[in-house]
């Protein structure tokens, strides 16, 4: 009887790895899906270090990994050009292994298409979720009892009610439920249209050849004050996407994309377009991610542009952090606070993204090539580029997010919460736990539990913990011993590797314990 469950709305990555995240706890989840088959359009193909993290825990990760266009071994980091793919100037960019020490499986690169496939197959082994196909949602109702969903069936123009106790949109940008929930977003508009092109070059394949191990590549023109042009590697075999911004007219009449497509190649080529279509450049966040039972996530609660490919990425983190909370509700161990933290934590973290990452991004391309150029001043553009060279190394680097801020983070006051930081061994509140090789030689991460996990080097303080978490009926762990590299007697770990406490200090239990659940007593 009471079993109503989570209603996704969308079936993408996001919403799949979140039905992944409630199915491995058992948790009654439907996912609402209007494609029978994911659209072969290959987004969101660049998956990080962290989100290889994560299907590895949704046991999913060897099945991504054989699903692989490209090569491991071949190399997934890309490159900056500019004036045009092939005009000589060039560095290399997102680097992503340079922080690969700091995460416990290496990163990926596949189509987006390839990645729902994987997902699709494991929701299939999970006896609690549905995934319900040809359906589209058409409206959103709460009251104090549950949800109720009002769907569509493609094929038949059938009308159906799904009643559920929470209902979480992954919907995309123009997300059905945000609306019917009546979240706002605040719009942060360009102003650009953008071109997305699907081809095939065998020629351009083999003259990229003189970028070995590259999959995606960035180009800066000029003319385009700051924005790029944006070529990425759907396989080895000549298949390529395209982004380039383009004039707000060429949706209205026929478009010459190959024309696009040499200019900034920078040399003719054969081409085969396998599809083309246009989409609209911003940023948009919304200003909540929750209203009562109805949450949303991926890009109904955040979009931008495609740089840097942290779309997908940060659209799975927020499944990992919302599923785990859901899951504690239905476990009985959530604390009445816990589900809000999912805002608490996840907004402010996509907002640096976009601001300190995406945006400033552009913003340093558009005043490089406003006051460097190559035909003006040769050698004061060469020293920039060099400069900007070293500044893309950076970019890797500094993106660290963490949930200093967090009500349900036992830290030290005053911390933020913020895609900006910096990589550490050592263990910090609100921080991505670091994998380390204990005293024990096992990795810290293979001893991680589906619950909490506690690393102490006190064996009785380690009982006093076990017991109050017993009490509480919160599923905990312990792990006697450490690394010094950690720098801390005591580390509580979450579901979701994230820090929820450290310290040398041994405060009573039960009150860390009370705030990392977000319970008020």
């Known amino acids: 009887m009471r079993e109503k469950g989570v209603i996704i709305v969308g079936g993408g990555p996001v919403g799949l790895g979140l039905a992944v995240e409630l199915g491995q706890a058992g948790v009654p989840t439907r996912v609402v899906e209007r494609n029978h088959v994911p659209p072969p359009i290959p987004k969101g193909q660049n998956l990080t270090q962290r989100t290889l993290e994560h299907f590895h825990f949704w046991k999913a990760e060897e099945a991504l990994r054989d699903a692989q266009t490209i090569p491991e071994s071949y190399g997934i980091s890309g490159i900056t050009a500019y004036g045009t793919l092939l005009g000589g100037l060039h560095y290399d960019w997102l680097q992503r292994d340079r922080v690969a020490q700091f995460y416990y499986r290496p990163n990926g690169r596949l189509p987006q298409y390839e990645t729902e496939r994987v997902l699709r197959e494991r929701v299939a082994e999970l006896p609690s979720v549905t995934l319900l196909t040809g359906l589209t949602a ?21 009308v159906q009610t799904l009643d559920g106790d929470f209902a ?15 979240i706002t977003q605040t719009l942060d508009d360009h102003g650009r249209t953008m071109a997305l092109v699907l081809f095939r070059s065998e020629e351009l394949h083999e003259l990229l050849a003189r970028f070995p191990g590259k999959s995606f590549y960035n180009v800066l023109d000029p003319a385009l004050d700051g924005y790029w042009k944006f070529f990425g590697r759907v396989d080895l075999e000549g298949r390529f996407f395209f982004h380039a911004p383009v004039p707000p007219e060429a949706r209205s009449g026929d478009f010459d994309f190959v024309s696009l497509l040499q200019s900034a190649i920078g040399a003719p080529c054969a081409i085969e377009v396998e599809y083309s279509g246009f989409w609209d450049l911003r940023f948009a966040l919304a200003d909540t991610y929750r209203n009562k039972r109805l949450f949303i996530a991926g890009d109904a609660a955040h979009s931008h542009p495609p740089y840097g490919g942290f779309g997908v990425n940060s659209g799975l983190e927020d499944a990992r952090n919302l599923g785990w909370k859901l899951a504690a509700h239905y476990a009985g161990w959530a604390g009445d606070d816990l589900l809000d933290s999912y805002e608490a934590e996840r907004r402010p973290v996509f907002q640096s993204t976009a601001q300190d990452f995406i945006a400033a991004l552009i913003e340093r391309d558009r005043q490089f090539l406003r006051d460097f150029g190559p035909d003006r001043d040769p050698d004061s553009f060469a020293r920039n580029w060099i400069g900007r060279a070293k500044g893309a190394k950076q970019e890797v680097d500094q993106f660290e997010p963490h949930y200093g801020a967090s009500p349900i983070i036992a830290g030290p006051p005053g911390q933020q919460s913020s895609a900006m930081g910096q990589h550490r061994e050592e263990a910090r509140a609100g921080h991505h736990l670091t994998p380390q090789n204990l005293a024990s030689g096992r990795n810290s991460y293979s001893l991680l539990a589906p619950g909490f996990t506690l690393f102490s080097q006190d064996r009785e303080y380690a009982r006093l913990w076990l017991t109050s978490a017993k009490a509480r009926g919160v599923p905990l762990e312990a792990v006697i011993g450490g690394s010094s590299n950690y720098g801390k007697a005591h580390i509580l770990v979450r579901p979701d590797q994230f820090i929820a406490w450290c310290g040398d200090d041994s405060p009573a239990p039960d009150s860390v314990l009370r705030q990392v659940i977000g319970a008020r007593t």
Do not use: F, M, N, P
Not at 146 to 152: A, E, H, K, Q
Not at 168 to 182: M, Q, Y
């Open 168 to 182: 979480v949109g992954c919907d995309g940008s123009h997300s059905r439920l945000r609306s019917a929930a009546g």
């Open 138 to 158: 058409q409206d959103v109702e709460q009251d104090e009892r549950g949800v109720r969903v009002s769907v569509l069936a493609s094929e038949t123009g059938a």
